[in-house]
């Protein structure tokens, strides 16, 4: 009786005691875990859905005040307000309506407190909630994962082969496009990306089939005619990256 008292005792004090790391999220709605951080860090509000437990120590709420709002006003709103450090990993996306979150790399980037940039988390997403990027970039991380999601509600793999619901939706050679011609692709002071920190993700295929159903000729021809323009799009990114050079197929 005494032992299973102290167990408990003991595992009660581990969760009151409780604290996240440095970068780990510390409240926000719906969060359920713990909500004070490890000695050097406070947990920092950044929005109603996000707390985060950033480098720094307790200050009064006037002086925390002016040093936001001096913050803010020398700092161009596209871009990050707080600094990137080599704990940093980045998060390239590209994709559909599964994984849309209606990010645009000419608006607020990613950055500390607002890992999503904009919209801030969840952004607009097609279940009208958080989606799994949501979930994997916001919670379920043990580090600062910074998001770069060009997913596009709607998208196929190239409009030329199937065309989507609306002219104006992105498809991802159009999104893969638009990360190569954005400043975030040689790897800024902002976002110094490498291929060891870096993850690049595609998620895609269910338009492609859908919209192209009814589509007479061999379904299997056509299929292989998707198939080569996605990895010639995953072969385009993996350019980019100096450690994993291209190799070419030869043709059969």
């Excluded at 005040?65 to 450090?85: A, E, H, Y």
């Excluded at 409009?159 to 999104?175: G, I, K, R």
């Excluded at 110094?192 to 870096?198: E, F, G, L, V």
Aim: proline share 6%.
């Amino acid at each position: 009786m005494k032992l299973a008292l102290s167990l408990t005792l003991s595992a009660l004090l581990a969760y009151a005691t409780a604290q996240q790391g440095e970068w780990q999220q510390c409240g926000g709605i719906g969060w359920t875990g713990a909500t004070s951080c490890v000695s050097g860090t406070v947990c920092t509000k950044q929005n109603d859905y996000y707390s985060q437990c950033l480098p720094g120590t307790a200050v009064t709420a006037s002086s925390s005040s002016s040093s936001r709002t001096s913050s803010i006003s020398s700092v161009p709103p596209s871009q990050p307000t707080s600094p990137v450090n080599a704990k940093t990993n980045f998060w390239f996306s590209f994709g559909d309506s599964y994984t849309q979150t209606g990010f645009v790399d000419t608006d607020t980037l990613p950055a500390v407190g607002n890992p999503l940039g904009n919209p801030p988390f969840p952004g607009y997403t097609a279940v009208g909630g958080t989606n799994w990027i949501d979930e994997i970039t916001v919670k379920y991380n043990n580090s600062l994962v910074l998001t770069y999601n060009y997913a596009y509600g709607g998208a196929t793999i190239d409009a030329s082969l199937v065309a989507p619901y609306e002219p104006t939706v992105l498809s991802l050679t159009d999104q893969v496009n638009d990360f190569l011609s954005s400043p975030v692709v040689s790897k800024p002071a902002t976002a110094p990306w490498t291929s060891a920190n870096a993850m690049f993700s595609f998620w895609i295929g269910i338009n492609d089939i859908g919209n192209s159903y009814y589509q007479s000729g061999s379904r299997d021809a056509f299929s292989d005619t998707l198939l080569n323009a996605y990895f010639a799009l995953v072969d385009k990114l993996r350019c980019r990256r100096e450690e994993f050079p291209v190799h070419k197929r030869a043709a059969n």
